[in-house]
């Protein structure tokens, strides 16, 4: 190379990578500050595409996740609900079970018959009283829930539970006119009750199966939220290992740079040493 005074080319050239080390630098230091590989689209403009996506689609996912678990809510309030009204309705036919039997006289019946008044005020009461939120679940004024438990926009990411199909007031059951104040009634009211028993298990037994599917798909958004992290994970997050140790590299290339850069700038000083000569 020849010795100028005008252009000092090797200055040049070490200032060129100088800074390219010291880019190299400041991009591993970001990387292993935030521990993301993409911090913007400069560094994988495809990935961070991609990775943006993901990210919807994972919010999404636990977004679908908390959808299930307040609907599955929604459904132990309501079985909460049923499960009184079927106690009770059992406990009607124990009484008519006792009230059938010359075991008691006309008094205890007129006693158990109190309890009977006050058991079907207390259905009634439950099936309007029983409610998520503002909506009625149990008295047949129910609205259809539409629950979103999936990421995407089609039928499939979405489970229907209709409530107005739902009634457990007094009437519905067919208890209304139950009366155990006499043996004839006691015996006549077994039947009814027993209607009303399999008019509760049948809805009951409906919302047990859905409360299953519910928690079947909770489990399985969780299975496709860790599976979908996963893959925006191996996109976006920052191999540490490599990082560090491209910026212990980019480090003592900058050292050098810099040590090489004052010799290099010495180099017309030489030029004008043979001048002076």
């Known amino acids: 190379m020849a010795l100028t005074i005008l ?3 090797a200055s040049l050239n070490t200032k060129r990578h100088l800074e390219e080390s010291s880019d190299k630098y400041a991009q591993a230091a970001e990387r292993i500050a935030t521990g993301k590989r993409i911090n913007k689209s ?7 595409s991609i990775s943006t996506h993901i990210e919807g689609q994972v919010r999404s996912i636990q977004q679908a996740r908390r959808n299930a678990q307040d609907a599955l809510s929604l459904m132990q309030v309501a079985e909460g609900g049923m499960n009184d009204v079927n106690n009770m309705v059992v406990r009607l036919r124990e009484l008519s079970m006792q009230a059938a039997s ?21 259905i009634d009461r ?13 008295n047949g004024k129910g609205r259809n829930f539409v629950f979103q438990i999936g990421p995407d926009n089609n039928e499939n990411n979405r489970l229907e539970y209709d409530a107005s199909k739902l009634n457990l007031s007094l009437s519905s059951l067919g208890l ?14 077994l039947t009814n009750i027993d209607e009303s028993i399999k008019k509760i298990a049948e809805p009951r037994a409906q919302l047990g199966a859905l409360q299953t599917r519910l928690n079947s798909i909770s489990s399985s ?21 490599k990082e560090t140790a491209d910026a212990v590299k980019a480090q003592v290339l900058q050292k050098a740079g810099v040590a090489i850069l004052s010799q ?4 017309p000083a030489l030029a004008l040493k043979l001048l002076g000569d």
């Open 126 to 138: 439950l099936s309007e009283a029983t409610k998520f939120f503002d909506t009625s679940l149990l």
């Open 176 to 189: 209304s006119g139950i009366d155990l104040s006499d043996i004839d009634s006691a015996r006549s009211a």
């Open 7 to 9: 252009n000092n080319l």
């Open 102 to 122: 010359d075991n008691v006289g006309d008094q205890e019946r007129e006693m158990i018959q109190f309890e009977v008044e006050q058991i079907k005020q207390e």
């Open 264 to 267: 290099t700038n010495m180099t």
């Open 221 to 241: 958004l969780s299975v496709y939220e860790e599976n979908m992290t996963s893959a925006r994970s191996r996109i976006v997050d920052a191999d540490l290992a």
């Open 42 to 48: 400069g560094d994988d403009a495809a990935g961070l």
